[in-house]
C-alpha cells in the first residue's frame, strides 16, 4: 500500500486536516509566545526581585524548554482534532507522554542543577574548592539520572512493558556490584559525607591519634594531609571518618592550662603572695582572660599551684609567645620572694653488717650506722651495704 493510499484510508477530509494544520501553528505560536514573553518578564526584573532564588531557578529552567518539544506538542494538538481510528488514538497518548515526560526530565534536569549549586554556594560560605566542586558534582548527578531513570521506567511502562522483573534485575545486578566494590563505595559515601557535613575543608589544620596536619585534598576515595614533620599523608575517607578528628582551624579560643610546683619548705606568707602576684603578670598579656591562680595541693614533696587563662585567639604562636612571657616573669617573681622550685632534699641512711671475725663489732650488734647524706629526689634504704 502506498502512502497516499495509507492516508486515504484513514478517511480523513481536507476540511478537517486544515483545521488540524491550522490547530498546530496557532498552538506554536502561542506556547512559543507565551513562554518567550515569560522568560522576557523575568529578565525584566531588577534589584532585589532579580536575585530571589525562584527567579533564578525559573530563569534557568525555561531556557531549556526545547523547541522541538514545543513543535512536537503543536503537531499532536493539531493530530487530536482529527478523526482518527481507534488504533490512531492509543498511539498519539503514547506521543503524548513522551513529549510533555521528555520535556519535564529537561526542566527537572536543569532546575536540580540550579538550584543545588545555589544551595552549595550559599550554604558553603561562597567557597569553591576541589572538594565542593567534586562532591557537589556527583550529588547533582545522582540526582539528574534519577529524574532521567524514573522517566524512562515510566515510558515503558506507558508503552505497555512490565518493568517489574526489568526494576528487579536491576536490583539484583546492583546489590552484586555493591557487593564486589564495597570499600570503594564506602570512601565514595565517606567522600560525599564530608562534603555535605563539612567536618573539616581544604586547608583546615587536624588532628587524628596517629597524626597531625593541614588537610591538602579530598578526593573521591582518598583524603591528602600534609603532616607537620613535611611528608604527605594519603588516607582512605571511610577510614579517616572513623577517626576522632580535631579540627584546630575552627579554634576560636584556647584554654591554657598548667601548674607550677615549689618546695614546700616555702612560707606560707611567701605561697599566698604567688596567686596575686601570678595573677597579675598573666594579666598583664594582651589578648588574655584571666581565669584562677589556685594552691590546690601540698605533700611533703611540694607544694602544686593550678593555673588557668584563655586566649582570645587560637593562633599557636601567639600562645607559645604568651606562655613564654608569663613563664620567664614567673621565674622572676619567684626569685624576688626568693621561693625555690626545687624538690625537697630527701635523705637516706647507709647501714654496714659487720663480718664475723670483726673483733670491734660489738656483741649482739648488726650494723653500724653510716653517715647521714642529703640527696634531692632521694629514697630512704635501711640498708644497702652489707658485709660478706
Same mark, same amino acid.
Given at each position: 500500500?502506498?502512502?497516499?493510499?495509507? $492516508?486515504?484510508?484513514?478517511?480523513?477530509? /481536507?476540511?478537517?486536516?486544515?483545521?488540524?494544520?491550522?490547530? +498546530?501553528?496557532?498552538? *506554536?505560536t502561542l506556547i512559543h509566545g507565551a513562554v518567550m514573553l515569560f522568560r522576557r518578564r523575568l529578565d525584566a526584573l531588577d534589584?532585589?526581585?532579580?536575585?530571589?532564588?525562584?527567579?533564578?531557578?525559573?530563569?534557568?529552567?525555561? @531556557?531549556?524548554?526545547?523547541?522541538?518539544?514545543?513543535?512536537?506538542?503543536?503537531? =499532536?494538538?493539531?493530530?487530536?482534532?482529527?478523526?482518527?481510528?481507534?488504533? /490512531?488514538?492509543?498511539?498519539?497518548?503514547?506521543?503524548?507522554?513522551?513529549?510533555?515526560?521528555? %520535556?519535564?526530565?529537561?526542566?527537572?534536569?536543569?532546575?536540580?542543577?540550579?538550584?543545588?549549586?545555589?544551595?552549595?554556594?550559599?550554604?558553603?560560605?561562597?567557597?569553591?574548592?576541589?572538594?565542593?566542586?567534586? @562532591?557537589? #558534582?556527583?550529588?547533582?548527578?545522582?540526582?539528574?539520572?534519577?529524574?532521567?531513570?524514573?522517566?524512562?521506567?515510566?515510558?515503558?511502562?506507558?508503552?505497555?512493558?512490565?518493568?517489574? #522483573?526489568?526494576?528487579?534485575?536491576?536490583?539484583?545486578?546492583?546489590?552484586?556490584?555493591?557487593?564486589?566494590?564495597?570499600?570503594?563505595?564506602?570512601?565514595?559515601?565517606?567522600?560525599?559525607?564530608?562534603?555535605?557535613?563539612?567536618? *573539616?575543608?581544604?586547608?583546615?589544620?587536624?588532628?587524628?591519634?596517629?597524626?597531625?596536619?593541614?588537610?591538602?585534598?579530598?578526593?573521591? &576515595?582518598?583524603?591528602?594531609?600534609? @603532616?607537620?614533620?613535611?611528608? %604527605?599523608?594519603?588516607?582512605?575517607? @571511610?577510614?579517616?571518618?572513623?577517626?576522632?578528628?580535631?579540627?584546630? &582551624?575552627?579554634?576560636?579560643?584556647?584554654?591554657?592550662?598548667?601548674?607550677?610546683r615549689v618546695n614546700p619548705s616555702t612560707a606560707p606568707e611567701l605561697a599566698a603572695k604567688v596567686p596575686e602576684r601570678l595573677?597579675?603578670?598573666?594579666?598583664?598579656?594582651?589578648?588574655? &582572660?584571666f581565669d584562677h591562680v589556685n594552691l590546690t595541693t601540698m605533700t611533703q614533696d611540694f607544694i602544686e599551684y593550678d593555673i588557668?587563662?584563655?586566649?582570645?585567639?587560637?593562633?599557636?604562636?601567639? $600562645?607559645?609567645?604568651?606562655? %613564654?612571657?608569663?613563664?620567664?616573669?614567673?621565674?622572676?617573681?619567684?626569685?624576688?620572694?626568693?621561693?625555690?622550685?626545687?624538690?625537697?632534699?630527701?635523705?637516706?641512711? =647507709?647501714?654496714?653488717?659487720?663480718?664475723?671475725?670483726? +673483733?670491734?663489732?660489738?656483741?649482739?650488734?648488726?650494723?653500724?650506722?653510716?653517715?647521714?647524706?642529703?640527696?634531692?629526689?632521694?629514697?630512704?634504704?635501711?640498708?644497702?651495704?652489707?658485709?660478706?
Amino acid at each position: 500500500m502506498t502512502i497516499r493510499g495509507y $492516508f486515504t484510508s484513514l478517511d480523513i477530509s /481536507w476540511t478537517n486536516l486544515a483545521f488540524a494544520v491550522g490547530a +498546530a501553528v496557532v498552538s *506554536f505560536t502561542l506556547i512559543h509566545g507565551a513562554v518567550m514573553l515569560f522568560r522576557r518578564r523575568l529578565d525584566a526584573l531588577d534589584g532585589a526581585r532579580a536575585h530571589r532564588p525562584l527567579v533564578d531557578v525559573l530563569r534557568q529552567t525555561l @531556557a531549556r524548554t526545547s523547541k522541538l518539544a514545543i513543535l512536537a506538542t503543536s503537531i =499532536l494538538i493539531g493530530v487530536s482534532v482529527l478523526n482518527l481510528p481507534p488504533p /490512531w488514538d492509543a498511539r498519539v497518548g503514547h506521543l503524548w507522554f513522551l513529549t510533555l515526560g521528555a %520535556q519535564i526530565a529537561l526542566w527537572l534536569h536543569r532546575a536540580i542543577d540550579v538550584s543545588a549549586r545555589r544551595y552549595f554556594q550559599t550554604h558553603g560560605k561562597g567557597r569553591e574548592d576541589d572538594q565542593v566542586s567534586v @562532591a557537589h #558534582t556527583l550529588v547533582i548527578w545522582a540526582m539528574q539520572w534519577s529524574v532521567w531513570t524514573i522517566f524512562l521506567l515510566a515510558m515503558l511502562s506507558n508503552l505497555g512493558i512490565n518493568v517489574t #522483573t526489568f526494576v528487579a534485575s536491576l536490583g539484583i545486578g546492583g546489590v552484586a556490584v555493591a557487593l564486589a566494590v564495597q570499600n570503594i563505595l564506602g570512601d565514595l559515601f565517606a567522600s560525599l559525607s564530608i562534603a555535605l557535613d563539612k567536618p *573539616f575543608e581544604v586547608g583546615d589544620s587536624i588532628s587524628v591519634p596517629e597524626f597531625s596536619g593541614s588537610i591538602e585534598h579530598v578526593g573521591l &576515595k582518598t583524603t591528602r594531609i600534609r @603532616a607537620l614533620s613535611g611528608e %604527605q599523608i594519603v588516607i582512605a575517607n @571511610a577510614e579517616l571518618l572513623r577517626k576522632v578528628v580535631h579540627n584546630f &582551624k575552627r579554634q576560636s579560643t584556647r584554654r591554657v592550662q598548667y601548674t607550677l610546683r615549689v618546695n614546700p619548705s616555702t612560707a606560707p606568707e611567701l605561697a599566698a603572695k604567688v596567686p596575686e602576684r601570678l595573677g597579675a603578670i598573666i594579666q598583664a598579656k594582651e589578648q588574655v &582572660k584571666f581565669d584562677h591562680v589556685n594552691l590546690t595541693t601540698m605533700t611533703q614533696d611540694f607544694i602544686e599551684y593550678d593555673i588557668v587563662y584563655n586566649l582570645q585567639d587560637a593562633n599557636y604562636g601567639l $600562645f607559645l609567645s604568651t606562655q %613564654q612571657a608569663v613563664l620567664l616573669e614567673t621565674m622572676e617573681m619567684l626569685r624576688d620572694l626568693g621561693i625555690s622550685t626545687a624538690p625537697r632534699a630527701q635523705e637516706f641512711t =647507709l647501714h654496714e653488717q659487720p663480718g664475723k671475725g670483726d +673483733a670491734r663489732a660489738p656483741a649482739g650488734a648488726e650494723g653500724v650506722n653510716a653517715p647521714t647524706y642529703g640527696i634531692p629526689g632521694g629514697t630512704r634504704a635501711p640498708s644497702l651495704i652489707r658485709g660478706a
